[in-house]
């Protein structure tokens, strides 16, 4: 299902945050002066990919409910012909 297939690579993509954001630390705390502009790369990165993850995760939220409301609503001016 859409809605399965975007949580889980909400889910990949915040993982993936972490570890850059991981990365980018590590690289700050066992690093000399010019590796500062690598780990900035990968901080930002980082943060980058898990502001997207956050934003298809929670998009993904909207849509399930926007469903969920539609799936009880009467509709008019629909008929069924069962032949």
């Known amino acids: 299902m859409v809605s399965q297939?975007?949580?889980n690579a909400a889910y990949g993509?915040?993982?993936m945050?972490?570890?850059?954001?991981g990365f980018g630390v590590l690289i700050v705390a066992?690093?000399?002066i010019f590796a500062f502009?690598?780990?900035?790369?990968?901080?930002?990165a980082g943060f980058g990919?898990?502001?997207?993850a956050?934003?298809?995760y929670f998009a993904q939220r909207r849509m399930n409910k926007a469903m969920r409301n539609q799936e009880g609503e009467h509709r008019e001016n629909v008929r069924i012909?069962?032949?």
Do not use: D, P, Q, W
């Open 37 to 44: 502009l690598a780990a900035a790369v990968f901080i930002f």
């Open 54 to 56: 956050i934003k298809i």
């Open 17 to 21: 945050a972490l570890f850059l954001i």
């Open 49 to 52: 990919l898990a502001g997207t």
């Open 13 to 15: 993509l915040f993982v």
């Open 5 to 7: 297939a975007s949580r």
């Open 30 to 32: 066992f690093s000399e």
């Open 81 to 83: 012909h069962i032949e």
